[in-house]
């Protein structure tokens, strides 16, 4: 069974750009979880979506924003990109949405890197 | 607002040693409790959680845990570590309140030969 693909793995992007993170979860899973993990402000959570819908949002500016497609497929875009959004985004997967306590299946991250 | 906190940023511990790595969470809502091990530049991987019952779990490479209502604590435990143990520990709370799941700022474990 595949694990939780997130592409790109590595990406360097400008100040002012807008990048898009993609992650395909786990066959079957319909929760995708969504965090930046940077060694100053550690792993913080920025949204978690269920069935297409958005369940919760971390505390992030309005330039965050994702979505879930049909099959489960998840966005995250990050717009007029600033140096301090350069981090490794984690996207993770689950069967069920998190008040369930189902396990969460990191994938490997999206390295981005802002200059 | 829920929150954890790991005291200790980096642990070093000599193999075969037993090791205990410490997380406090505060929160006034229910919670369930996590420990996930994050390798060189990898992702995360479940070792253990706490969602209701036993308060002592087992989890994946001889690791365990216990949860201390009392003491809002959910330290975790070895009794004899491996050189591939070398990696970096988080603990996490996830609370009903808010329904996000909170990470503490992780502890390295560092396994001296």
């Known amino acids: 069974k595949a694990g939780v693909t997130q592409t790109p793995r590595y990406l360097i992007k400008t100040r002012g750009q807008q990048v898009t993170l993609s992650c395909s979860p786990i066959?079957?899973?319909?929760?995708v979880s969504w965090y930046q993990q940077t060694p100053g402000q550690g792993l913080q959570f920025l949204f978690e979506?269920?069935?297409?819908?958005?369940?919760n949002k971390g505390n992030f500016p309005g330039r965050f924003s994702g979505r879930q497609f049909s099959n489960s497929r998840s966005e995250m875009n990050v717009s007029t990109l600033e140096l301090g959004d350069s981090a490794l985004y984690l996207c993770a997967s689950s069967l069920e949405d998190s008040r369930s306590g189902n396990t969460i299946y990191f994938g490997e991250g999206s390295w981005l890197t802002v200059v | 607002a829920q929150s954890v906190t790991q005291l200790d940023s980096q642990v070093p511990v000599f193999e075969e040693a037993p090791v205990e790595l410490r997380c406090n969470y505060s929160s006034s809502v229910s919670v369930y409790l996590f420990w996930y091990v994050q390798y060189p530049n990898q992702g995360l991987q479940l070792l253990l959680k706490?969602?209701?019952?036993?308060?002592l779990v087992k989890g994946i490479n001889g690791f365990e845990a216990e949860f201390n209502k009392s003491q809002t604590s959910f330290h975790l435990r070895k009794p004899s570590v491996h050189i591939s143990d070398t990696a970096e520990y988080f603990c996490a709370v996830y609370g009903f309140g808010n329904e996000k799941l909170t990470f503490g700022t992780g502890t390295r474990l560092t396994i001296i030969p």
């Open positions: 706490y969602l209701s019952g036993s308060t």
């Open positions: 066959s079957g899973h319909r929760s």
């Open positions: 979506y269920f069935s297409e819908t958005q369940r």
